[in-house]
């Protein structure tokens, strides 16, 4: 086993907030300097461009886990990471039926489709950052059942988290981590209740730029990057372990 430099929460260019430039070969490029040995591409309540990423990502020689994002209707973000890419597309086929019908007029940027190679092959345009119709325990359990696990997004920001929106993580949710937020002061009592509830953390970029993409902050200890495997080091499962520098 080896210890893995990862980056569990980035956004490319289909999120409406993330920059232009967040395309395949500008992102990998990036990680790899960086010193990253996986990512995962978690656009808001989508996976489209996530095929684009695992390409160029066998190409580059870095692994790309499949993501994405989702909103609940509580708009609570949760983290979902899958080891294949049907898993992901499947839970888009659920989001997109519980998305609202709303066009993308938010105002915040185009969401663009790209191809392995940075190319713009088209966008979307149902609004994709807003709430699904699918409430924080309903999407845990859609995540589990297609295989995959769910980390609770930046827990320690107020906009858009568990703890920020009810105020804490509810008890019986079937979290597998929670992720929280680089160079943002840690709560003493957001790390006690993660502690009393055994929630193991990472540290994620939630790049949404380039200049977002920093030195890797979160280390997993395992046989083989896989979600399975990042499953059990959330659980310090088997010698297994994730350790963060922030």
């Known amino acids: 086993m080896k210890e893995w430099a990862i980056d569990l929460h980035l956004h490319s260019c289909l999120s409406p907030c993330g920059g232009e430039e967040m395309t395949p070969p500008a992102?990998?490029?990036?990680?790899?300097?960086?010193?990253?040995?996986?990512?995962?591409?978690?656009?808001?309540n989508?996976?489209?461009?996530?095929?684009?990423?695992?390409?160029?990502?066998?190409?580059?020689?870095?692994?790309?886990?499949?993501?994405?994002?989702?909103?609940?209707?509580?708009?609570?973000?949760?983290?979902?990471?899958?080891?294949?890419l049907g898993q992901v597309l499947d839970l888009q086929e659920t989001v997109?039926?519980?998305?609202?019908?709303?066009a993308n007029k938010c105002g915040l940027g185009e969401q663009v489709l790209v191809d392995k190679e940075g190319n713009r092959t088209g966008w979307l345009e149902r609004l994709l950052l807003v709430g699904t119709d699918l409430s924080v325990e309903k999407a845990v359990d859609e995540v589990h059942r297609l295989g995959g696990i769910c980390i609770a997004s930046h827990l320690d920001r107020q906009a858009f988290s568990l703890w920020g929106h009810l105020g804490k993580i509810p008890p019986d949710l079937a979290l597998d981590g929670g992720e929280l937020t680089p160079r943002l002061p840690r709560s003493p009592l957001l790390l006690k209740e993660l502690q009393e509830r055994r929630l193991t953390c990472v540290v994620s970029s939630d790049a949404h730029y380039l200049a977002d993409m920093t030195f890797p902050r979160c280390?997993?200890?395992m046989a083989e990057c896989t979600v399975g495997e990042i499953k059990k080091a959330l659980k310090g499962?088997?010698?297994?372990?994730?350790?963060?520098t922030v």
């Not at 499962?237 to 963060?244: A, L, S």
């Open 96 to 102: 997109y039926d519980k998305l609202p019908p709303l």
């Open 219 to 221: 280390f997993a200890f």
């Open 46 to 84: 989508t996976a489209e461009n996530v095929v684009a990423f695992m390409e160029k990502g066998r190409e580059k020689g870095i692994i790309v886990i499949p993501g994405m994002e989702l909103q609940t209707r509580e708009d609570v973000h949760l983290v979902c990471l899958f080891d294949r």
């Open 27 to 44: 992102v990998l490029e990036r990680a790899l300097a960086l010193g990253y040995d996986a990512l995962a591409v978690t656009d808001h």
């Open 237 to 244: 499962k088997d010698g297994r372990y994730i350790r963060t």
